[in-house]
């Protein structure tokens, strides 16, 4: 194959190299085009087909449907490694040995101490604000409580703002729903394991001990895997675009948790239970919704259907799928939006609609079926997946840093009013 492209601009020819890819991915490199064609840029609104980096933390093949975090693949992670581990794997690139996943955790703990007065600010919110404005809000508040800046040049600064926000995250994960549900805040419990530890933060009653449930556990580690990274999506390019103005990394954070709330984006996963529950009370007539979501006339969506990537099955669906019949059959929970949920899927991948347009389910379709059976409150399930993404905006964040990538500044193609004179107030 040959190693440039050629574009021909006006009549005049230029050339741009091809770089590849550790998998063969082959990307158009134009960081010379303006220069050479003397202005011309690209346009891709939505970059769906720009590359903004090169990156050397996840692997997404999404014609053939892999997920590979560091070479490893999203299967054999959820079934055999846990969150810690995952997320070290994310951030430092190898799997860590015991003795460094001890340390992890270990270092993670001494940080879960978030300081008393942000309980001031969450208490000025209303309990009726979504959880994430509000752990948007607190994370870029932490800043406030831990000023000093991260000197990305020195491995131990960084390692020690990565420990840092690891350990306060889940403490303000906890307290944003324990605030809307008027339950005292706690702190955690150091004797547990990362995903233990939230568990309980977030249902310890106060009036009686928790019991760990294994069964919770192991579902939620697994969830939080499979949610742990995904490229250049959404929130992860607003945290590299943050932090490549050197924004600290809790504000880099907490755009990147704005960016996730929205329903085509992590989002979806509390549009997908609303949608099932709607059909639900509706009848459970699937049919009904699977035609809305084909008139384009109407702006019905079937959520947790679909993706900018995936254009086959989303392998973290097919795990997920399988995580909630084992996670409702265990818990004995039965849920008809469950049955509602493979009834749409059912349909929809039998639709002409669905499958001209590759059309499957994502992981959200499945996620938040587990979560409600978890006894999680629904306006919750969005900030469970920026739990889990955490370690993947701090990789990718990392990542930026280190390769001192430039400032993330578009281009654009104005369209607007071309020069013209300003007429005064009177003559408008
Ligand atoms: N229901 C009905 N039609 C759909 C859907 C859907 N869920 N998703 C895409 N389409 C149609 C769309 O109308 C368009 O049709 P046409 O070609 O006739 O105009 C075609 O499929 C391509 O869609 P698109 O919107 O151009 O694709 P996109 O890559 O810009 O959007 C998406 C991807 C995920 C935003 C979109 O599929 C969607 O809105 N899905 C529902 C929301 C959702 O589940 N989001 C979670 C994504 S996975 C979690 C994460 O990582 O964020």
Not at 19 to 28: D, Q, W
Not at 395 to 418: H, S
Request: charged residues 25%; glycine residues 8%.
């Amino acid at each position: 194959m040959s190693d440039k492209a050629i574009l021909e601009v006006n009549g005049e020819k230029h050339e741009f190299p091809l770089i590849t890819g550790t998998e063969n991915e082959v990307a158009i490199d134009v960081k010379a085009l303006r220069g050479s064609t003397k202005g011309v840029i690209t346009l891709d609104p939505g970059y769906k087909n720009t590359g903004s980096c090169e990156s050397a933390i996840t692997f997404l093949d999404g014609e053939k449907g892999i997920l590979r975090y560091r070479g490893y693949s999203i299967e054999e992670l959820a079934e055999k490694a846990d969150f810690l581990e995952v997320a070290y794997l994310l951030i430092f690139g190898e799997l860590p040995n015991q003795e460094q996943l001890d340390k992890f955790h270990a270092d993670i703990k001494s940080h879960s101490i978030v300081d008393d007065d942000v309980k001031k600010i969450l208490d000025a919110f209303p309990k009726a604000a979504h959880p994430m404005g509000v752990l948007s809000s607190l994370t870029s508040a932490l800043t406030a409580f831990n000023p000093s800046s991260v000197n990305v040049d020195s491995e131990e600064d960084m390692y020690n703002a990565i420990v840092r926000i690891l350990g306060k995250f889940p403490v303000l994960v906890a307290w944003t729903m324990r605030k809307k549900h008027g339950l005292p805040l706690e702190y955690g419990d150091d004797s547990l394991g990362y995903v233990e530890n939230v568990l309980k933060m977030m249902f310890k009653s106060p009036n009686k001990d928790y019991e760990q449930n294994d069964i919770l556990v192991n579902a939620l580690d697994k969830l939080l895997i499979l949610h742990a990274d995904h490229e250049q999506n959404c929130s992860t390019s607003t945290v590299r675009i943050t932090g490549s103005s050197h924004a600290g990394l809790f504000v880099s954070l907490s755009a990147g948790i704005s960016a996730l709330w929205g329903p085509l984006h992590g989002g979806a996963n509390q549009a997908v239970l609303e949608m099932l529950e709607a059909i639900k009370e509706d009848g459970g007539d699937t049919k009904k919704y699977m035609a809305k979501a084909k008139d384009k006339s109407d702006p019905f969506r079937l959520m947790g259907f679909g993706h900018r990537v995936y254009k086959n099955f989303d392998p973290r669906a097919k795990i997920i799928k399988v995580a909630a019949d084992e996670v409702l059959g265990d818990l004995g929970v039965e849920d008809p939006i469950l049955d509602i949920a493979k009834g749409l899927e059912k349909e929809a991948l039998e639709d002409p609609y669905f499958v001209d347009r590759k059309l499957y389910p994502n992981v959200d379709f499945y996620s938040g079926i587990i979560y409600r059976a978890m006894g999680i409150p629904v306006e919750m399930f969005t900030v469970m997946f920026a739990l889990g993404r955490l370690p993947g905006w701090i990789a990718q964040w990392k990542e930026m840093r280190m390769r001192k990538e430039p400032i993330g500044r578009p281009r654009q193609l104005y369209t607007g009013e071309t020069l013209r004179p300003f007429t005064s107030i009177e003559n408008r």
